[in-house]
């Protein structure tokens, strides 16, 4: 997600002003919790807009303006940024909380939590074991299967669910041609984060994003209709796209590769197979897509374990015993 997100702020301060509004009542529950607890947890599909509701929270509790929350002395943002989170960077972190701040109460808002490995985690731990009583962890994850069970187990958690998401999607979408929603909620599955990237890219003509969404959409039909010639267009595909995450990961303007195509390609693989489950008119043996899901899961666990990707891409196509 950009680190700005005008376009989600925009529509939260719309959403949260309407009483009784879903994405209000949670953001709520969200502020009352943090109240009572020194670590809140916001569960959230990939590319969600967590990150920016905790901001909103945090400001609301130092009773300052939204848009100043950034100069507060402490406050303290930790966006992803798609990247891991190093030992050294979680141990760096977590050390400067340990001294007191001037007006007895600090914020955190930590993105993507979950890219910390274990021994991060284990640091972190060790925060949550023994809170500093003047600092509030706002923690947003995709992934919260993987996280610490002890990790988890010492935290509040909130769920942002897709109702929520697609809420926000709505609102970020209000004042566009009907065309044009229509096909900004689809190409981004309604996901704000998604759709703010997109929104800029289309702005700005950065890079070709949407090419990507398509390409990673044929792919995953390839997979679910499992014809041969289709796995083999599927296997170059994934292929492809992890070269294409390589050269991001060289190139020096990283503002405009917020995106991973090997986790889009996951994000949009799972909504097709959800779709295959229920659907009349693919014509495929249930077993062949529960097998295809379960090695999916294997697939993305792979990633995050920074495993050798295109080796978990050929047995994920060709079969192997996830």
């Given at each position: 997600?950009?680190?700005?997100?005008?376009?989600?702020?925009?529509?939260?301060?719309?959403?949260?002003?309407?009483?009784g509004?879903?994405?209000?009542?949670?953001?709520?529950?969200?502020?009352?919790?943090?109240?009572?607890?020194?670590?809140?947890?916001?569960?959230?599909?990939?590319?969600?807009?967590?990150?920016?509701?905790?901001?909103?929270?945090?400001a609301?509790i130092?009773g300052?303006p939204?848009?100043?929350?950034?100069?507060?002395?402490?406050?303290?943002?930790?966006?992803?940024n798609?990247?891991?989170?190093?030992v050294?960077?979680?141990?760096?972190?977590?050390?400067r909380?340990?001294?007191?701040?001037?007006?007895?109460?600090?914020?955190?808002?930590w993105?993507?939590i979950?890219?910390?490995?274990t021994?991060?985690?284990?640091i972190?731990?060790?925060t949550?074991?023994?809170?500093?009583?003047?600092?509030?962890?706002?923690?947003?994850?995709?992934?919260?299967?993987s996280?610490l069970?002890?990790?988890?187990?010492?935290?509040?958690s909130?769920?942002?669910?897709?109702?929520?998401?697609?809420?926000v999607?709505?609102?970020?979408?209000?004042?566009?041609?009907?065309?044009?929603?229509?096909?900004?909620?689809?190409?981004?599955?309604?996901?704000?984060?998604?759709?703010?990237?997109?929104?800029?890219?289309?702005g700005?003509?950065k890079?070709p994003?949407?090419?990507?969404?398509?390409?990673?959409?044929?792919?995953?039909?390839?997979l679910?209709?499992?014809k041969?010639?289709g796995?083999?267009?599927a296997?170059?595909?994934?292929?492809?796209?992890?070269?294409l995450?390589?050269?991001r990961?060289?190139?020096?303007?990283?503002?405009?590769y917020?995106?991973?195509?090997?986790?889009?390609?996951?994000?949009?693989?799972?909504?097709?197979?959800?779709?295959?489950?229920?659907?009349?008119?693919?014509?495929?043996?249930p077993?062949?897509?529960?097998?295809?899901?379960?090695?999916?899961?294997?697939?993305?666990?792979?990633?995050q374990?920074?495993?050798?990707?295109?080796l978990s891409?050929?047995?994920?196509?060709?079969?192997?015993?996830?």
């Open positions: 997600m950009l680190e700005n997100s005008p376009r989600i702020r925009a529509a939260l301060r719309t959403l949260l002003s309407e009483s509004h879903p994405v209000n009542e949670v953001y709520r529950t969200l502020c009352r919790l943090a109240t009572v607890h020194h670590a809140i947890l916001l569960e959230e599909p990939a590319y969600g807009f967590g990150r920016v509701l905790a901001e909103f929270a945090a609301e130092f300052i939204e848009t100043t929350l950034h100069r507060h002395q402490d406050f303290t943002l930790l966006p992803s798609g990247r891991p989170i190093s050294e960077t979680a141990r760096q972190t977590l050390d909380f340990g001294i007191g701040s001037a007006e007895g109460r600090r914020i955190v808002v993105e993507d979950d890219r910390m490995n021994q991060g985690l284990n972190f731990l060790k949550l074991e023994e809170p500093e009583s003047a600092t509030l962890f706002l923690l947003t994850t995709a992934n919260p299967e996280l069970p002890t990790v988890v187990s010492r935290v509040l909130v769920t942002l669910e897709e109702h929520l998401q697609k809420a999607a709505r609102e970020m979408l209000r004042n566009l041609r009907p065309e044009e929603q229509e096909g900004f909620a689809h190409v981004s599955l309604h996901r704000p984060g998604l759709l703010e990237i997109l929104l800029e890219e289309q700005n003509k890079t994003l949407t090419d990507i969404l398509h390409h990673c959409s044929q792919i995953a039909t390839d679910v209709l499992g041969p010639e796995l083999l267009r296997y170059k595909g994934i292929l492809e796209l992890k070269e995450e390589t050269a990961k060289k190139s020096t303007h990283t503002d405009e917020l995106w991973k195509p090997m986790e889009l390609f996951c994000l949009i693989m799972e909504g097709t197979l959800e779709k295959a489950l229920i659907s009349t008119t693919i014509e495929v043996y077993t062949h897509i529960s097998r295809l899901a379960t090695r999916l899961l294997q697939f993305k666990k792979d990633m374990q920074s495993m050798n990707t295109k891409a050929l047995d994920f196509i060709f079969g192997a015993t996830a």
